[in-house]
RNA sequence: GCCCGCGUGGUGGAAUGGUAGACACAGGGGACUUAAAAUCCCUAGGCCGGAAGGCCGUGCCGGUUCGAGUCCGGCCGCGGGCACCA
C-alpha cells in the first residue's frame, strides 16, 4: 500500500499551479476583486516560523476568495533597506547590496515550497533603483505640495564613533560600540507634515470598522487629541524677550494648585540662561542620555530653580518659582508648564523632592481636605468637590470644571481654549548608507532644491566601505558632487538617505502595478485598491499603519491615487508570534549557554542534551536567533511537508494569539493529514454500496462542514475551522454511508482543506476523481435544507445553576417550554414545592427557574 | 514612566451575557501484533462517592445581572508599542 508522501507530491502540484498560471492576478472588470497583503519581510536571509504563520493565514483568505470567484491579487516583495545589511557590512565585509539581493534570492528560495498562492511576477525589492526612484518622484510633489520641510531635531549623538545612533544601539545610555555615554545633539533634518492631517487621520478612524478596536484606541491616543487651555504667565526677572511664558495644560481646573512652573532644558528661555555656569552644567546634565520616550520618562527626575518667578494669573501677588527639569518635552505643547502636585503623580513627586508645596483643588466627594500621601487622580468624568476651584459648581465631574475653567480665562482674558495634538511630524532624515536618496541638492546661490525628475533615480553609489564609522555618503569623493539642476552651478547632494517606513508607506499601491514608470497607474490602482485584507504584527499597531495612512493621503494630494485610497487597508488583522521553549546549560561562570531545539532530548521529566546533561527550560518565547529557541521551516518541511506546517501554524491557537511550536504538535500535525490521504486512499478504492439513511447523515455532516468551515475562514478564526475538519474527518471514517456518498464527503473535504494544506488537497482531489485542479474549483455551498435541526436540547437551570435538560421541538412557544421544563422530573425534585417566583426562557437557549 | 493587550484542565485552546472545558496534544486502559511501530476503540478538570449524584472551579478581590470566562471597578503577573529596529 502507498504512503501519504509530501515530499514527492508538493513539487508536482506547484508545478501544475505554475503551469496553470493559477496564482497570476488579472484585471478582470467581470469579477469582483479581492486584494489580500501580508507585510513583507525584511530579507534576513533565513524565513522562521513567523513568517510561515503570517504568509500561511493571508495565503488561506487568498484561496478562499479565490475559490469564491473573486480575481485576487496577492503579492509579494521585499523591504529591503535597513541598517542590519550595514552592520553586516561592518562586521563581515562585503557590499550591503549584495548581502541584501543574497538573503532575497535565499528566502525566496525558502518560502516558494510553501505552495503560498503568491503571484509572484510582482515581486520586488524597496532597494531596487526601480522602486526607490518612484518614491524620490513622489517626494519630489510632496516638497512641492508643501508636505515636505526642513527643521532641527535631537539625535542620539555618539561622541566617539561621532555618528548618530538609532535607539536600539543606544544600551543604558550608552554607545552599542564605543561605550560612550550618548549626548542629545540638535541636526538639521527632513520631516513630513503629517500634522498637517492630524484630525482627519483621528477622525477616519471611526470609518475603519474592520480594523481590530485596540489598533484603533493605540492609534488614537498617539495622535493625543487635547483640550486645554494655553495662557502666559508675566514673569519677574527674566531676561529681555521672556516677559512671559507661556504654558499649555490640559488641566486649567487646578490653577489654584500650582506650585511651580517647569520649563524644558530645550526650551528658548533655558538657553538664554545658559550663559550662567550653574544653568549650563545642569542642561548638559538634561541633554545626557538616549532620545527615546522611554528613555527621558524613566530616568530619574531632576530640576533647577532659575531664581526667575511668574506672577499666577488669578493672583498677581503670588509667585510660583520657574524650575528646569529633565522631564519636560520641548516637542509637546509649548514645552513649559505649571506643576499641580496635589493631582499629577510626576509634579508629586517632584514637588517632594524639591520641598514645594502640595495643595489639593478637589476632593473625593464628601471628604474632606488633607494632607495628601500620594496625587489624587481621578477619571475626569469623576464627580468630585472643588476645594480650591474658581470656575463651576463646587461639585463638577472634572470635565465640566476644566469648561468652565477655560471659560473663565477666555472671559477674563488671561487664557484661551486650544486644542493640541501629541501627534509630531514624521522625521524621515537618517544619516546613513543603505536607504533611498533624498533627492534634493544643495546650491549655493538657490539653496536647497529638488533635484530634477529627469535626473531619478538618484542612485546609490557601489563603491563604498564600511570600515570607518559614519555615512559614507558623507565621505564619498565623488558622488556628493553634483550640479543645481536649478542654475546649473557646482552643487552638492544630500547625503541623508529616507526612514525605511516611507519604502514600506506604499509599496501596497506599488504592487497594483509594479513595473510602472510612474508610481503607480490610475487604471491599476482604481481596479486593485483598496487593500481588502492587511495581515500582520501587533508591533506596527502605531509606526507603520499611521504612517501608511499619511502616505496614501498625501499620494492622493499629488495625484498618485485616487480618493477611495485615503485609508488603503479596509481590513486589517494582526497575528500573534510563534514561541518555543528555551533550553540552556550554564558554562563554568554561570553564564547561559542556549541549545537548538533539536539539539535537546525533551522528555516529560525535562530535557537533556545528547550526552545526557540536564538542561534548564525557560517557558516559550518568541523565537530569537540569541536564545536559540528556533525552529527551521526548511526542517520541517523537509520532515513532514509543507502542509504540515502550514496546517500546525494554523491550527490551536487562535491567530491573533501567539502560537507555542512544539514538536508533538507537529507530529500530531502530520498524523492527521496522513489519516486523511489513508481515508481518501481506502474510500477511493472502496465499493460498499449505497445506505439510505448513512448516506443522508453523512450529506447533512458535510453541508455543516462547509458552513462552519466558511465561517470559521470568513471570521479569521482558522484554528475553529481546523477544529470542526477534525471534526468531519472523525465523521467521515466512521460513516456507515456507501462509497459513493463517502467520496462526495471526501472531495468536499478537500476543498475545504485546499487553502490551509493546498498540496494534500489536490492529492486527495485527484484520487476521488474530481475535475481539474482543486485549487481552482469554486468553493462549496451548504445545501440549507441540510442544515436544518428540528430539535433543540435545553438545559434548564434553578437559580443559575444547571440541574437538567429537556429536548423540545426548535420553535416550540416559551409558554409550552416552560409547562414542560416545570413538569420535568428533576426539576420536581429540585424545587421540593418551593413556589417558583420568576421563570426565564431563552428560546432555543436555556431556561432558568428563580426560586 | 506612559499607551494598548492578554491570563480558562497536565498542555494548546472552545464557549452571540445562557449547559465551562468543543477540537487537539500529552496521559491511562483496551484491540490488533511473536514483539514493537503504525492504526483503531474507550477514558479523561479537581475533590467526595460503588453508583446515582453532589460540592468546588476560568490569575486575585469586589460589583452589576434571573444568570458572568464574557460587562464594570481595583489589584497581581506576562507581553506589545513609545516616534532612528523592522
Known amino acids: 500500500m502507498s504512503r501519504y508522501e509530501p515530499s514527492q507530491t508538493e513539487p508536482k502540484w506547484q508545478e501544475a499551479w505554475d503551469k496553470a498560471g493559477a496564482f497570476t492576478a488579472r484585471r478582470d472588470p467581470a469579477r469582483p476583486k479581492y486584494y489580500v497583503l501580508e507585510m513583507f519581510p525584511y530579507p534576513s536571509g533565513r524565513i522562521h516560523m513567523g513568517h510561515v504563520r503570517n504568509y500561511t493565514m493571508g495565503d488561506v483568505v487568498a484561496r478562499q476568495k479565490a475559490a469564491a470567484g473573486y480575481s485576487v491579487l496577492h503579492p509579494m516583495g521585499w523591504d529591503a533597506f535597513g541598517m542590519p545589511a550595514e552592520n553586516a557590512a561592518m562586521e563581515r565585509g562585503g557590499h550591503p547590496k549584495d548581502w541584501t539581493y543574497g538573503n532575497i534570492a535565499d528566502m525566496r528560495a525558502q ?29 519630489i510633489d510632496m516638497l512641492e505640495a508643501g508636505l515636505v520641510y526642513r527643521k532641527n531635531a535631537v539625535v542620539n549623538w555618539d561622541p566617539v564613533d561621532m555618528t548618530v545612533l538609532a535607539n536600539e544601539q543606544v544600551i543604558d545610555g550608552k554607545g552599542w560600540r564605543s561605550g560612550a555615554a550618548v549626548e542629545r545633539r540638535e541636526l538639521t533634518q527632513w520631516f513630513f507634515k503629517i500634522s498637517d492631517y492630524s484630525e482627519d487621520l483621528l477622525n477616519a478612524l471611526d470609518t475603519l470598522t474592520d480594523w481590530p478596536e485596540k489598533v484603533r484606541l493605540m492609534q488614537a491616543n498617539w495622535i493625543g487629541k487635547s483640550r486645554g487651555l494655553q495662557f502666559a504667565f508675566e514673569t519677574v526677572g527674566a531676561p529681555t524677550g521672556f516677559e512671559k511664558l507661556e504654558v499649555y495644560t490640559t488641566r486649567p481646573d487646578t490653577l489654584m494648585g500650582a506650585s511651580f512652573a517647569a520649563i524644558s532644558a530645550d526650551h528658548p528661555l533655558a538657553k538664554a540662561l545658559e550663559h550662567d555656569p550653574a544653568v549650563a552644567a545642569f542642561v548638559t546634565e538634561c541633554r545626557k542620555g538616549g532620545t527615546s520616550a522611554e528613555e527621558i520618562e524613566t530616568a530619574e527626575k531632576i530640576g533647577y530653580d532659575t531664581g526667575i518667578r511668574v506672577k499666577h494669573p488669578l493672583d498677581p501677588s503670588w509667585e510660583l518659582p520657574v524650575w528646569i ?199 491599476d490602482a482604481d481596479y486593485w485598491m483598496n ?41 486589517l488583522f494582526t497575528q500573534g508570534m510563534v514561541t518555543h521553549e528555551i533550553y540552556l546549560t550554564r558554562d563554568g561562570n554561570g ?79 502530520f498524523k492527521h493529514l496522513s489519516r486523511v490521504w489513508r481515508i481518501a486512499d481506502e474510500v477511493a478504492k472502496s465499493d460498499t454500496p449505497a445506505n439510505a439513511a448513512e448516506d443522508t447523515a453523512l450529506a447533512r455532516a458535510t453541508a455543516k462542514a462547509v458552513d462552519e468551515v466558511t465561517k470559521g475562514i470568513e471570521d479569521f478564526a482558522f484554528n475553529k475551522a481546523i477544529a470542526k475538519l477534525y471534526e468531519f474527518t472523525n465523521t467521515v471514517q466512521r460513516s456507515q454511508a456507501g462509497a459513493g456518498a463517502k467520496r462526495d464527503a471526501l472531495r468536499v473535504m478537500a476543498q475545504l482543506m485546499q487553502p490551509m494544506t493546498p498540496h494534500l488537497a489536490e492529492e486527495v482531489w485527484a484520487m476521488l476523481g474530481g475535475t481539474g485542479l482543486v485549487t481552482q474549483a469554486p468553493w462549496p455551498k451548504a445545501d440549507p435544507a441540510l442544515l436544518v435541526e428540528d430539535s ?53 437557549r436555556i431556561i432558568n427557574v428563580v426560586v
Open 531 to 571: 487593500v481588502d485584507q492587511y495581515i500582520g504584527g501587533i508591533e506596527h499597531a502605531i509606526l507603520h499603519l499611521l504612517y501608511s495612512r499619511f502616505f496614501a493621503r498625501a499620494m492622493q494630494k499629488t495625484g498618485h491615487l485616487p480618493q477611495k485610497a485615503v485609508e488603503p487597508f479596509n481590513a
Open 111 to 139: 518560502m516558494r515550497p510553501l505552495g503560498l498562492s503568491i503571484d509572484w511576477s510582482r515581486e520586488f525589492a524597496t532597494c531596487d533603483p526601480e522602486y526607490y526612484g518612484q518614491q524620490q518622484a513622489m517626494f
Open 325 to 523: 527639569a529633565n522631564f519636560i518635552l520641548m516637542d509637546y505643547g509649548t514645552g513649559a508648564i505649571f506643576g499641580c502636585p496635589a493631582h499629577d503623580q510626576r509634579d508629586f513627586d517632584f514637588a517632594t523632592k524639591y520641598g514645594l508645596p502640595i495643595k489639593a483643588v478637589f476632593v473625593a466627594e464628601g471628604e474632606r481636605d488633607a494632607p495628601l500621601a500620594e496625587a489624587f487622580v481621578p477619571m475626569k468624568s469623576e464627580r468630585v468637590t472643588y476645594v480650591r476651584g474658581f470656575a463651576g459648581s463646587e461639585t463638577q465631574t472634572g470635565e465640566e470644571a476644566i469648561a468652565a475653567a477655560i471659560s473663565h480665562a477666555e472671559t477674563n482674558g488671561y487664557g484661551k481654549g486650544v486644542t493640541k495634538f501629541r501627534l509630531r511630524d514624521w522625521g524621515i532624515s537618517r544619516q546613513r548608507y543603505w536607504g533611498c536618496p533624498i533627492p534634493v541638492v544643495h546650491c549655493p546661490a538657490c539653496g536647497v532644491v529638488p533635484e530634477s525628475k529627469a535626473n531619478l533615480p538618484v542612485t546609490l553609489p557601489d563603491d563604498v566601505t564600511f570600515d570607518v564609522p559614519g555615512n559614507p555618503l558623507d565621505r564619498h569623493p565623488t558622488w556628493r558632487d553634483c550640479t543645481c539642476p536649478k542654475c546649473g552651478a557646482k552643487a552638492r547632494r544630500e547625503t541623508d538617505t529616507m526612514d525605511t517606513f516611507v519604502d514600506s508607506s506604499w509599496y501596497y499601491a506599488r504592487f497594483t502595478a509594479p513595473r510602472a514608470t510612474t508610481p503607480t497607474v490610475a487604471e
Open 792 to 844: 433543540v436540547t435545553l438545559p434548564i437551570q434553578i437559580n443559575g445553576k444547571r440541574r437538567a435538560e429537556i429536548t423540545v421541538p426548535k420553535d416550540m412557544p416559551a409558554t409550552e417550554v416552560e409547562k414542560i421544563a416545570l413538569a420535568d422530573e428533576a426539576v420536581v425534585k429540585f424545587l421540593a414545592g418551593q413556589p417558583v417566583k420568576k421563570i426565564i426562557v431563552v428560546p432555543g
Open 591 to 669: 553564564r547561559p549557554v542556549y541549545h537548538l531545539p533539536e539539539d535537546v532530548i525533551r522528555t516529560d521529566a525535562g530535557a537533556t542534551l545528547k550526552d545526557g546533561t540536564a538542561v534548564e527550560i525557560i517557558p516559550s518565547a518568541k523565537m530569537s536567533k540569541s536564545k536559540k529557541n528556533v525552529v527551521d521551516p526548511m526542517n520541517i518541511i523537509a520532515q513532514f511537508g509543507a502542509d504540515t506546517a502550514r496546517w500546525f501554524v494554523m491550527s490551536d491557537s487562535p491567530p491573533e494569539r501567539d502560537v507555542e511550536w512544539t514538536a508533538s504538535g507537529a507530529e500530531a500535525a
